[in-house]
């Protein structure tokens, strides 16, 4: 009975966490940009092919937004299951059963926290090394 | 003549400007669906497919990093090593300018492999990325053979 009850606070609180996370990202929809002319990593101008670059930014950035409404969907899905999982596990004496969700809600909040902090940042990199054309 | 080539030339910077934010949309985009498969593969408890997309993702941004970073310097070697051996005689400023045109022409067919190596391991197809490496070295020895040819060209024509 403690052991689920124990669960159950930490199922809570990783959906607190969850919640947090995800509506702070989702008010960031956009990736990162220089706000340059060409769009995204726009390091010098694209000339005739800024035509081009300005029909593909705002579906890259319409794919952003869907891939990352996607993940939080699926991250608290998943985050649920294992709550479920952990609390049956938990309420029925199965240790492995609640281990296994334990380690599944970590390796979860894990993936999602290293995509939403990690990848904006590699697209810093990216774009601030973007270099100029060598000729 | 030497302005319809600097007019090419203007036109493939463009074309290398656009490639490149190309390819950066590409990795992060690229980064955020292998990211999404290991989500998906770790709700359902499978680690193989978590195991692959984390690898994908190692993968993906490897590639970028070699477009944006080596490339250039590869490029830079290249033309630097044409531009040391193609002007003699009278028709120096031509030949340098078609040096410099064969090798801007030599970086954006590297930079075209290093987006299709990015799609193809983005989609999990592994060939991609060693045809990019594949083709880069393809041109670096398009550019040497043309900055040994070069000045021979030039003293079979009379005008070194």
């Known amino acids: 009975m403690l052991k689920m009850k124990v669960f159950v606070v930490l199922a809570m609180l990783v959906a607190v966490v969850f919640s947090n996370v995800s509506s702070v990202h989702a008010q960031d929809e956009n990736p990162p940009s220089d706000g340059g002319g060409g769009g995204m990593c726009a390091g010098g101008d694209a000339g005739p092919f800024s035509a081009v670059m300005q029909k593909i930014d705002p579906l890259a950035r319409n794919a952003w937004t869907f891939g990352v409404g996607l993940l939080i969907i699926v991250s608290m899905l998943g985050g649920l299951y294992y709550s479920l999982q952990g609390a049956g596990g938990a309420a029925t004496g199965a240790s492995g059963m609640t281990s296994k969700a334990i380690i599944g809600i970590v390796g979860l909040v894990l993936l999602v926290l290293m995509t939403f902090l990690l990848l904006p940042e590699f697209a810093k990199m990216l774009c601030s090394s973007a270099p100029a054309a060598p000729w | ?160």
């Open chain 2, 1 to 160: 003549m030497n302005s319809a080539i600097e007019i090419l030339l203007g036109i493939l910077r463009n074309a290398w400007q656009a490639m490149i934010g190309l390819i950066a949309i590409m990795v992060i985009l690229g980064m955020l669906y292998k990211a999404l498969v290991a989500t998906g593969g770790t709700f359902a408890g499978f680690p193989q497919p978590v195991a692959q997309a984390i690898g994908s993702m190692v993968g993906v941004l490897s590639i970028g990093l070699y477009a944006f970073i080596i490339l250039p310097a590869l490029v830079n070697a290249g033309m630097s090593s044409i531009n040391v051996s193609g002007g003699c005689g009278p028709l120096s400023d031509i030949v340098l300018a078609v040096c410099k045109l064969i090798g801007a022409i030599g970086a954006l067919r590297m930079l075209r492999a290093s987006f299709v190596g990015t799609v193809s391991t983005m989609v999990g197809s592994g060939g991609g990325a060693a045809g990019a490496i594949i083709e880069s070295g393809e041109v670096l020895i398009g550019m040497l053979l043309v900055s040994a040819a070069a000045p021979v060209a030039g003293a079979f024509m009379g005008t070194c």
